[in-house]
């Protein structure tokens, strides 16, 4: 959900909601507003506060970081849950980012420029369907980050899929460049070869 404009009225002493600015949030405040849940993203200058993840999210994630990084060349680095600054106004934090190695400075490091990134991948949460589908695409690709994963449970047996898109670079826009549902195998941003079926999936 994004951040209510007034203060809650049942809220205990010392508590309140943050009062946006009139014109929003910006990058710099999602990094020094206090008391902030973890996750907090910043898109188009609202705060937006992650709701408890399914299972799902979680082990999915796992599985992806666990093939990515099993073939990562030293040029990259897989990161999880780490916040990318698209703009002034737009701080997401994909689930999992392919960034370029000399990118990542140290323990303490709490962002990524849009340039750093090779990759964003989201998973698809209920509360989250429409970010993760539409908002979240739309500003990686005009940020210029060259490739990008929305991964989902599809049909009744609820089997995991991966869609992969890559960048055109004239019309700053993702096109579809296959479906995965068994093994993830891909040539770019660098070779990729990941069992993602269900089976996979349930050992975690």
Not at 105 to 117: I, K, P, S, W, Y
């Amino acid at each position: 959900m994004t951040a209510e404009p007034l203060a809650e009225p049942n809220a205990a002493p010392g508590r309140r909601w943050p009062v946006p600015p009139r014109d929003g949030y910006t990058v710099d405040d999602l990094f020094t507003l206090p008391d902030l849940p973890p996750h907090t993203e910043l898109i188009d200058g609202s705060l937006v506060f992650v709701s408890p993840q399914r299972d799902f999210h979680s082990t999915m994630i796992d599985l992806l970081v666990a093939g990515l990084r099993r073939t990562v060349p030293k040029a990259f680095k897989v990161r999880r849950e780490m916040t990318v600054v698209l703009d002034r106004r737009n701080g997401p934090e994909p689930d999992l980012s392919v960034v370029h190695a000399e990118a990542v400075t140290g323990l303490e490091q709490t962002r990524f420029e849009a340039a750093d990134v090779v990759l964003a991948v989201e998973v698809v949460s209920p509360d989250s369907e429409a970010r993760d589908r539409d908002t979240k695409p739309h500003k990686y690709a005009a940020a210029g980050i060259p490739h990008f994963w929305l991964v989902e449970m599809t049909g009744t047996g609820k089997h995991p899929v991966v869609r992969v898109y890559e960048l055109d670079p004239v019309t700053k826009a993702y096109t579809l460049a296959g479906a995965y549902r068994e093994q993830l195998k891909v040539g770019d941003p660098f070779d990729i070869d990941v069992d993602i079926s269900l089976g996979a999936l349930q050992e975690l």
